[in-house]
T-cell receptor, first 115, second 116 residues
């Protein structure tokens, strides 16, 4: 099965700084890599995802990069704001099968943005 | 608001008991997934149903079972509860179960189970 490692476990930045969270995965057949944000008392919410046929994807202040050779992908948040404070999870699907919703999640990164 | 509704939000029960968690997916979503979130194990996939049929299983204990009804709501049944079953249980739904167009999972707010 897939194994996803996420670093760092906590990240503290000043408002306006950039934040980078990195994940590695084990299954070279994985081809879909989402990032979820979980705010206190809420369920995870997709913020960006990338498929294996592209190396980078951007959405305003958020970007994800993928290196399939090295089997790692990263989340980049620029110009961080206090409302970016949350727990961020990377994930990858178990290869094969009929369920892409069967995700293996990283352990999460607690991001704190100080005003 | 994701459109996924879970009840109850909080549940406190004793070891050995049985509980049922309920999930209503987003309107039109045929797939329902159950995940368990705990401090030591993180977010773990339990089971996936698509249009009433089981599609995939994760590390779901034999004491746990689930089903999806014709109206597409789903229930997760947890029996012979142990202290270690205390966790947040999330339901998520999506439009399609698999394939290259698969994307977002919409998570509910979870049911927090405390076993005393």
């Amino acid at each position: 099965g897939e194994n996803v490692e996420q670093h760092p476990s906590t990240l503290s930045v000043q408002e306006g700084d950039s934040a980078v969270i990195k994940c590695t995965y084990s299954d070279s057949a994985s081809n879909y890599f989402p990032w979820y944000k979980q705010e206190l008392g809420k369920g995870p919410q997709l913020i960006i995802d990338i498929r294996s046929n592209v190396g980078e994807k951007k959405d305003q202040r958020i970007a994800v990069t993928l290196n399939k050779t090295a089997k790692h992908f990263s989340l980049h948040i620029t110009e961080t704001q206090p409302e970016d404070s949350a727990v961020y999870f990377c994930a990858a699907p178990n290869a094969g099968g009929t369920s892409y919703g069967k995700l293996t999640f990283g352990q999460g990164t607690i991001l704190t943005v100080h005003p | 608001d994701s459109g996924v509704t879970q009840t109850p939000k909080h549940l406190i029960t004793a070891t050995g008991q049985r509980v049922t968690l309920r999930c209503s997916p987003r309107s039109g979503d045929l797939s329902v997934y159950w995940y368990q979130q705990s401090l030591d194990q993180g977010l773990q996939f339990l089971i996936h149903y698509y249009n009433g049929e089981e599609r995939a299983k994760g590390n779901i204990l034999e004491r746990f079972s689930a089903q999806q009804f014709p109206d597409l709501h789903s229930e997760l049944n947890l029996s012979s509860l142990e202290l270690g079953d205390s966790a947040l249980y999330f339901c998520a739904s999506s439009v399609v179960p698999s394939g290259p167009n698969t994307g977002e999972l919409f998570f509910g707010e979870g049911s927090r189970l405390t076993v005393l």
